[in-house]
Protein backbone atom coordinates (compact mmCIF):
# COMPACT_ATOMS: atom_id res chain seq x y z
CA UNK A 1 0.00 0.00 0.00
CA UNK A 2 1.19 3.70 -0.61
CA UNK A 3 0.17 6.51 1.16
CA UNK A 4 0.46 10.19 1.18
CA UNK A 5 -0.58 12.69 3.07
CA UNK A 6 -0.20 16.07 4.85
CA UNK A 7 -1.82 15.28 7.98
CA UNK A 8 -2.00 12.37 10.46
CA UNK A 9 -2.94 8.93 11.01
CA UNK A 10 -5.06 8.09 13.96
CA UNK A 11 -4.40 6.09 16.69
CA UNK A 12 -4.28 2.39 16.34
CA UNK A 13 -3.33 -1.09 15.79
CA UNK A 14 -3.85 -3.01 12.72
CA UNK A 15 -5.68 -6.03 13.65
CA UNK A 16 -3.40 -9.41 14.01
CA UNK A 17 -6.04 -11.53 12.39
CA UNK A 18 -5.86 -9.79 9.15
CA UNK A 19 -2.08 -8.77 8.81
CA UNK A 20 0.98 -10.64 9.72
CA UNK A 21 3.69 -9.76 11.60
CA UNK A 22 5.63 -7.71 11.12
CA UNK A 23 4.40 -4.79 9.67
CA UNK A 24 7.32 -2.84 7.80
CA UNK A 25 7.08 1.11 6.54
CA UNK A 26 9.55 3.04 4.81
CA UNK A 27 9.05 6.63 4.59
CA UNK A 28 10.48 9.30 2.31
CA UNK A 29 10.03 12.74 1.38
CA UNK A 30 10.23 14.57 5.11
CA UNK A 31 10.77 13.59 8.58
CA UNK A 32 7.91 13.05 11.09
CA UNK A 33 7.83 11.04 13.88
CA UNK A 34 5.42 7.64 15.26
CA UNK A 35 4.09 7.76 18.44
CA UNK A 36 2.88 5.50 20.66
CA UNK A 37 0.51 5.05 23.30
CA UNK A 38 -1.90 8.09 22.48
CA UNK A 39 -5.61 8.65 22.64
CA UNK A 40 -7.48 10.83 19.65
CA UNK A 41 -10.48 13.07 19.50
CA UNK A 42 -12.05 14.97 16.62
CA UNK A 43 -13.64 17.79 15.71
CA UNK A 44 -11.18 19.60 16.88
CA UNK A 45 -8.59 17.01 16.62
CA UNK A 46 -6.92 16.42 20.09
CA UNK A 47 -3.92 14.06 20.83
CA UNK A 48 -3.05 12.66 24.12
CA UNK A 49 0.21 12.76 25.07
CA UNK A 50 2.40 9.73 23.85
CA UNK A 51 3.94 7.52 26.03
CA UNK A 52 6.85 6.95 23.32
CA UNK A 53 7.69 9.25 20.58
CA UNK A 54 10.09 7.50 17.86
CA UNK A 55 11.85 9.95 14.82
CA UNK A 56 11.02 8.71 11.93
CA UNK A 57 13.46 10.64 9.29
CA UNK A 58 12.74 10.81 5.57
CA UNK A 59 14.34 6.92 4.12
CA UNK A 60 13.92 5.02 7.75
CA UNK A 61 12.11 1.63 7.50
CA UNK A 62 10.10 1.16 10.32
CA UNK A 63 9.64 -2.74 11.22
CA UNK A 64 6.65 -2.73 14.06
CA UNK A 65 6.41 -6.75 15.83
CA UNK A 66 5.72 -7.64 19.23
CA UNK A 67 4.02 -5.22 21.96
CA UNK A 68 4.57 -2.44 19.54
CA UNK A 69 2.60 -3.86 16.75
CA UNK A 70 -0.21 -6.17 19.11
CA UNK A 71 -0.48 -3.91 22.35
CA UNK A 72 -0.18 -0.06 22.44
CA UNK A 73 -1.81 2.12 19.73
CA UNK A 74 0.52 4.17 17.33
CA UNK A 75 -0.05 7.30 15.23
CA UNK A 76 1.57 10.08 13.41
CA UNK A 77 0.21 13.23 15.26
CA UNK A 78 -0.67 16.14 13.14
CA UNK A 79 1.63 17.89 14.83
CA UNK A 80 4.56 15.67 14.00
CA UNK A 81 4.02 16.27 10.06
CA UNK A 82 5.80 19.74 8.89
CA UNK A 83 5.35 18.87 5.28
CA UNK A 84 3.97 16.56 2.61
CA UNK A 85 5.26 12.31 3.14
CA UNK A 86 4.97 9.50 1.60
CA UNK A 87 5.00 5.68 3.13
CA UNK A 88 5.47 3.07 1.43
CA UNK A 89 3.77 -0.18 3.96
CA UNK A 90 4.77 -3.80 3.72
CA UNK A 91 1.79 -5.76 5.22
CA UNK A 92 0.26 -9.40 4.49
Same mark, same amino acid.
Given at each position: ??????????????? /????? $????????????????????????? &????????????R?????????????????? &??????? $?? /????? &? $?
Open positions: MITSLVGCIVSHIDP /AHIFD $RPIISVSFMSNSALSFGCKFSFKPI &RVTDPVLCLPVCGCVTILSGYAADNITHCI &RPQDVKK $RR /AVIIL &R $R
